[in-house]
């Protein structure tokens, strides 16, 4: 698959995409992401389809400005996937490196809010 980047030449959209796994990481990643969007600092968008390779999916986020990965854990899943499909020019959050241990961290409003604004910080 040829190699694409987010930097569409109209100013696309910021796209999110989120780890939503089992893990209680997976969850804040999901729920940061989420709020993101409702606080208009992107969009969030469809992980699965960027891995089932879904046209319409993909070529929306061809068309992005921006594209931030948020990650819960060490495996990457995230950045991996969309990599993967081809995006190479993306922002991107560990929840590690933000102190969050999968398996012991709370699905609290303060690390929602504390990767949020990582994440905001990110995408500026």
Known sequence: MAEKSAGGCCGGPSLIFACSGAADVGAVADQA??????????????????????????KTTESASKILAIDGCPLNCVKSSLEQAGFTSLKHIQLADLGMEKGKTAVSEENIVKVAAKGKEVMA
């Open 33 to 58: 992401a989420r709020k993101m969007t409702l606080e208009g600092a992107g969009k969030m968008f469809c992980l699965a389809g960027i891995g089932g390779r879904v046209a319409g999916i993909l």
